[in-house]
Structures are given as structure tokens and as C-alpha cells.
């Protein structure tokens, strides 16, 4: 069967990274046997260059054949201030093809223990899932220069759902998960935590405990090995995961999953920007795309020993000293690649 995957290189860095993880899917599926066929389509601004439209149809019609879509990133200084943002069109996708679940992986590799600007961050290995089509990204929005204001607004259906992916993604784990909230002063929130309780009685087997945000953004400074599966709304998930990331040495090393309904096709994008500061000189860290590449593999293509093959030779490449310039080395995009491709088993 034909793994069709829409390509969507965006903005800045996008493109390096989105070229290194393409190498690296070839030569796994030459590995193992996988039939890989590519679509190269327009997102964000280089789509609202040549189109006018952040999402083109084009893309969108591609996205939605396809088994799975790699996206680079989107963004850059060059849009600031123009009528439609590159970041729209992200935001559209996620809705259209009905990515309520957000899949952010962090843990510290093996030999980057001592990068991490946390102490305590060896053994550090969370799953952020978080809720991608709703809450303030989504509600309504008024805009002016004397007032402004973002809706945040959830309904038990969209809380359910994202909540339920992390109990199961905690069975598989070490079955604890952690819900995080600001139910102190937010009325979503209240019914976030509300049908988290609800929930975890369908999850005996699950640990369920309840933080709230500040707190969190502390306890993951202080205690980041303490936490396993973690689960919030999209807002206080989008900086959670940066601070994740950055404690486990660097946002150049993180990769994501966005999910809808089972069978439908999922959006596999590195955690990180566009990074404009280094864009077009070859140094980005490819990790973060080349692992969500893997994670293609594994959710949209069902190929878990391709996925981890993948995994597997990043760790080692990184265990074997070959870092790019986030993680204090003067390994280019290009060396880290090949070091990677030179190890796929
Ligand atoms: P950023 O993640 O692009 O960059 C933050 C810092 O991390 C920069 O110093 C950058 O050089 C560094 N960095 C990021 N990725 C790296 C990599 N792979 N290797 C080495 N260093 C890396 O965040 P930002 O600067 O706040 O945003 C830039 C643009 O990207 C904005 O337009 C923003 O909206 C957009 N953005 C897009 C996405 C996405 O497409 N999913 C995600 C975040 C930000
Ligand atoms: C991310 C990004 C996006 C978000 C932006 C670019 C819209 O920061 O994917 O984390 O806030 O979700
Ligand atoms: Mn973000």
C-alpha cells in the first residue's frame, strides 16, 4: 500500500528540516520495504505569496487524500503587519482536518543530561497531549486599538475527547496522568477538571492528579522526571511544551503528532518556528522533523518497527556526540543527517 504524504515545507527553516526528514524517510523505506509517495503543496507564507491564501484549496484537497502530512513550519517577520498571517493558515488546517489532539513527546536523550538548563532533568520523559481545536485559539475575537478580546470557550464534547486520548496514551505508560488547568479562576477550566474527574473513573488503572498552570510551569522546572502524561487546553499546552522542550535541551529536538478521528489523515510538524535567525544557512536543528517523520510512520502508516528504527538512529546520533549549533555542537543540518542515515538500521 502507497503512503501518500502532502509535504508542506512552509516558512524559514521549514524547508531544511523538511529536506533532511524526507532523506531520511527514503532510506527507511528502502529499508523497509515501504512504498512512499510525495506531494509537494503551499502552506502558510510562501502560500500567501504565491496565492493570497495562507490554506489554499489545492492544499487542502492534497491534505485530506493523504495518509499523513509533514509540515515544516510556518512564519516570519516578512508577514508581520500584512492582512493575513502565515499562522492562519496552520490554524485553519488543524481545523479542517479536525486535529483536536496534539501529541508533544519530550524526554532528555541519552548524553544531553548535562545541556538541559534543568538539573534535576535527567529521566525526564512526558507526553504533552494537547487540545489543538478549540479554546482562546478559536473563540471569538474582536479586535480594535482601544479594546480587544479572545473568547475562551470549550464544550464537554471537545473536552472528552482530548482527555480520553490521554488516559489511553497513560495505560500504555507508566499510567499517570496529569491535568492542567487554571480552575482557580477559569470557568473552562472548571469544566476541564470537572470531566477529567468524570472520566478517571472509566481509568481505575490510571493515577489522575490535577495542576494548575503556574504551578506547573514551576514543578517542570523544579521536578520535570515526576510527570508522565500531561493533558491541558491549547493555550497553556503551546507554552508548556516550549518549556518541555527547552528543558530537554532544545526546541530543535521535538516532534509532534495532530490527530482527529482514527482513519483520518494527521499533520506531523516539529514543536519549534520558523526561527527567521537562522534560517537559510543550513545550521537548524532537523530532530524535531526528522522524529515526527517517525511519528508518520507510526500513527499515520501503522509502521512501528520503521518508526522506531528512525527513533533510534536520532538517539544515536546524538548519544554519539554529532550536535548541531542548539545543542552546543557545529554540526550542520546536513552532517546531522547524515549521521542519522548512517545509522538506520
Ligand atoms: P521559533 O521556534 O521559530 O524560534 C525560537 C528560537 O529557537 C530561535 O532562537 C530559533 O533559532 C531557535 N530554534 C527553533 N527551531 C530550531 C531548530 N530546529 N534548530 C535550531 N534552533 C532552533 O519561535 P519564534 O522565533 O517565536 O517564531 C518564529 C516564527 O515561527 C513566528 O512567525 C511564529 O509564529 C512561527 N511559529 C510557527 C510554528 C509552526 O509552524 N508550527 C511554531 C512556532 C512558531
Ligand atoms: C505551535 C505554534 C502555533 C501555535 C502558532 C504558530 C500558531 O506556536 O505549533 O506550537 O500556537 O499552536
Ligand atoms: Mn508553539
Known amino acids: 500500500m502507497t503512503i501518500n504524504i502532502t509535504v508542506l515545507e512552509g516558512d524559514g527553516i521549514g524547508p531544511e528540516v523538511t529536506k533532511a526528514a524526507i532523506?531520511?524517510?527514503?532510506?527507511?523505506?528502502?529499508?523497509?520495504?515501504?512504498?512512499?509517495?510525495?506531494?509537494?503543496?503551499?502552506?502558510?507564507?510562501?502560500?500567501?505569496?504565491?496565492?493570497?491564501?495562507p490554506f489554499p484549496d489545492e492544499t487542502r484537497t492534497s491534505c485530506q487524500a493523504s495518509t499523513g502530512v509533514l509540515l515544516g513550519a510556518v512564519g516570519g517577520p516578512k508577514w508581520d503587519g500584512g492582512k493575513v498571517r502565515p499562522e492562519q493558515g496552520l490554524l485553519k488546517i488543524r481545523q479542517d482536518l479536525g486535529l483536536y489532539t496534539n501529541l508533544r513527546p519530550v524526554k532528555v536523550f541519552e548524553g544531553l543530561e548535562d545541556l538541559s538548563p534543568v538539573k534535576a532533568a535527567k529521566g525526564m520523559d512526558v507526553l504533552i497531549v494537547r487540545e489543538l481545536t478549540g479554546g482562546i485559539y478559536f473563540g471569538e475575537r474582536e479586535e480594535g486599538t482601544q479594546y480587544a478580546s479572545d473568547l475562551c470557550g470549550y464544550t464537554d464534547k471537545e473536552v472528552l475527547r482530548v482527555l480520553r486520548v490521554a488516559f489511553e496514551a497513560a495505560k500504555g505508560r507508566s499510567g499517570r496522568v496529569t491535568s492542567v488547568d487554571?480552575?482557580?479562576v477559569l470557568a473552562s477550566s472548571r469544566l476541564w477538571r470537572h470531566h477529567a474527574n468524570a472520566l478517571a473513573a472509566d481509568y481505575p488503572e490510571v493515577q489522575?492528579?490535577?495542576?494548575?498552570?503556574?504551578?506547573?510551569?514551576?514543578?517542570?522546572?523544579?521536578?520535570?522526571?515526576?510527570?508522565?502524561?500531561?493533558?491541558?487546553?491549547?493555550?497553556?499546552?503551546?507554552?508548556?511544551?516550549?518549556?518541555?522542550?527547552?528543558?530537554?535541551?532544545?526546541?530543535?529536538?521535538?516532534?509532534?503528532?495532530?490527530?482527529?478521528?482514527?482513519?483520518?489523515?494527521?499533520?506531523?510538524?516539529?514543536?519549534?518556528?520558523?526561527?527567521?535567525?537562522?534560517?537559510?544557512?543550513?545550521?537548524?536543528?532537523?530532530?524535531?522533523?526528522?522524529?515526527?517523520?517517525?511519528?508518520l510512520l507510526r500513527f499515520g502508516a501503522g509502521e512501528e518497527a520503521a518508526a522506531m528504527s528512525i527513533e533510534t538512529a536520532v538517539e544515536q546520533a546524538v548519544a554519539a556526540g554529532i550536535r548541531t549549533g542548539d545543542l552546543g555542537g557545529d554540526a550542520n543540518t546536513q552532517v546531522f543527517t547524515d549521521a542519522v542515515l548512517e545509522r538506520l538500521a
Request: aromatic share 4%; no cysteine; net charge negative.
Open 23 to 53: 532523506a531520511v524517510l527514503n532510506e527507511t523505506a528502502s529499508k523497509h520495504n515501504l512504498d512512499l509517495s510525495y506531494d509537494h503543496q503551499l502552506l502558510g507564507g510562501i502560500a500567501i505569496d504565491e496565492t493570497g491564501n
Open 182 to 184: 487554571k480552575a482557580n
Open 208 to 295: 489522575l492528579d490535577h495542576e494548575l498552570v503556574d504551578a506547573m510551569a514551576m514543578h517542570l522546572v523544579t521536578h520535570p522526571s515526576r510527570f508522565d502524561v500531561v493533558v491541558t487546553e491549547n493555550l497553556f499546552g503551546d507554552v508548556l511544551s516550549d518549556e518541555s522542550a527547552a528543558i530537554s535541551g532544545s526546541i530543535g529536538l521535538a516532534a509532534s503528532a495532530s490527530l482527529g478521528e482514527p482513519g483520518t489523515p494527521g499533520l506531523y510538524e516539529p514543536i519549534h518556528g520558523s526561527a527567521p535567525d537562522i534560517a537559510d544557512k543550513g545550521i537548524a536543528n532537523p530532530a524535531g522533523a526528522i522524529l515526527s517523520s517517525a511519528m
